[in-house]
């Protein structure tokens, strides 16, 4: 199966740049970046989808969509995602207090406190 991935892969990225004369250009932050870039932490997290609490919030089943925002949260924190925590707080806000609050916990519980300026200076 491996090696099916990797040829229909390779067949697509020459098929783009047959089409396209050349394989599209890289950017970052809006700027063109030379060369090949390779993603080396390309990690693939399964969890609930924050999507998912709202398709379900946006047909008013709340009882799913506080579900759903729960299981997200809960593995977002797991893995130290706290973008996704805060997406889950957007999405949720004023339609789930319930969730809100988790979601804000969550976020305090994987904030990094400031350093002690007294424990940090040298003598």
Known sequence: MRDARARARQLAWAQLAEARGGLPQTTAAGQSVPGLVLDLDASIVLCHSDTTGEVLLARADMSQAETAFQAAIAIAEEHRLPHQIQRSLR?????????????????????????????TQAP
């Open 91 to 119: 999405a949720c806000t004023s339609h789930l207090p319930a969730v809100e609050e988790l979601a804000r916990q969550s976020l305090e519980r994987l904030r990094i406190p400031a350093p002690d300026p007294a424990v």
